[in-house]
């Protein structure tokens, strides 16, 4: 009778090297492999601008020695989802019908190629600045009392004035109160409505702000900046001064009258949010426009 054992040690043999096989994926050509990783980054840093960072360009001196005209600095968009703006912060806001654009647009050309570079720009963040959105310092939170000036020229809030070291180019003194137009110094005492916040340029004789042009919704905050990023000889963090944190250890929560949003702790969102978007910065950080149906565009 004829054996079939050798035949079976064959099989296994063959089974035992085709299982030991390394099998090699075989590799995409470069001109295939890179268009794929730049849409890969394309996706990414949409991404990341749209809903966790997103670069802004200063376009005028209203926020002067902090930011300078040119300066590049990234925006939060999520940490006042988790808790409200913190007096001494910096934030981007859309302002309200009252808020007057500080520059004049651009005129905007509509020919094939610029509406072209306009929306890839917008998707990217490489487009220019305009005129609806804005920079400025938080001073007041709902239900604060809003006024200047104590006897050495300061602003107070509910009552107690406040040193402001990185204030350039205060005001006059001696110029009247105009509510329209921020060319005084001086103003008459603002309590800030529920659910809105005070704002102020921290170069105050070129700064039109809420002195003029009234509180703004803390609905309608997009971000937090929280770091300068271009030049980078001027990269550094834009944290909430040593005064600011002071006062809000004495007054953790102000006299908010029904419907004010409280003001809550701080939390590590900015910090979280940094290393994803580095991993795009060569790809969105060079904007002041919006991935949205609607243009968005900052104004300081």
Known sequence: MRSVEPMQGYRGASSGRRRGRVIRRKEMPLWQELPLLLVVAFCLA???????????????????????VGDRVLVNKVVYDMRDPLRGEIVVFRGTDNWAPEQPAEPISNTFGAKLGRTIGDLV???RPGERDFIKRVIGLPG???????????ITVNGEPIDEPYV???????????????TSRRFAEVTVPAGQMFVMGDHRLVSQDAR??????????????????WPTSRFTGLSVPDNWKAYGTAHPVAAAPMG??????????????????LLSVGVSARSGLWFSPRRRRLRS
């Open 46 to 68: 949409v991404l990341i601008r749209t809903f966790l960072v997103q670069a802004f360009f200063i376009p005028s001196g209203s926020m002067e020695n902090t930011l300078l």
């Open 125 to 127: 963040g490489a487009g």
């Open 144 to 154: 604060d009392k809003v006024a200047c000036c104590d006897d050495q020229g300061r």
């Open 168 to 182: 350039q180019e205060n005001s006059p003194l001696d110029a009247p109160p105009n509510p329209r137009q921020c």
């Open 212 to 229: 003029c042009q009234g509180p703004v919704p803390i609905d309608n905050v997009i971000g937090r900046a929280f770091v300068v990023v």
């Open 260 to 277: 004010a949003r409280p003001e809550r702790a701080p939390d590590p969102a900015t910090t979280a949010v940094t290393l994803p978007f």
